[in-house]
């Protein structure tokens, strides 16, 4: 991951300590997202609410169905994001280089393969939930296989000709 990106989540983790750090894996794309909340701790989640009839069409759109979805998608969680954010300046705004730099990523296939490959090599290895309903290790193995999912999907995609592989 360049720089530029490391320290606008280091800034934000510096903000929101109860960060966590999610990429879609049920399907090859290039969105991360970034969560945060104040208070520091481990992720807090209403389970129940996968279970209701207003949230289920737009969870099923993503592929989550179960506490086991929810709880396999999230690589890094506050602890991790919390060891790894120690290492990072922050991005300030009186040297604004991430601004500056964005113009020049020609090639954004490239730029979100390293997110994922570094997203996947720091990935959460502890349960970052504060009160999960499923075994932990049920989660650490369906990611396992989602990130198996996912790096075959990756390789194939840059395989393909420039014109195929860049943004759908």
Known sequence: ??????????????????????????????????TGQVEPGPLSVQWQLLNDPVWQPSLETTGITSPLELAADPILGPSATTAWAASVPPHVDDLPWVECRAGRVLQRDRSWFGNLAMLSVMRQRSNPFAALP??????????????????????????APWWTSTRR
């Open 134 to 159: 499923i075994p932990w290790a049920e989660a650490l193995q369906r990611r396992q296989m989602m990130l198996r999912h996912q790096e075959t999907a990756v390789r194939q995609r840059t395989r």
């Open 1 to 34: 991951m360049a720089l530029a990106e490391t320290a606008v989540w280091a800034t934000f983790h510096h903000v929101f300590p109860r960060t966590a750090v999610r990429h879609d894996l049920s399907t090859v794309n290039e969105f991360t997202a970034v």
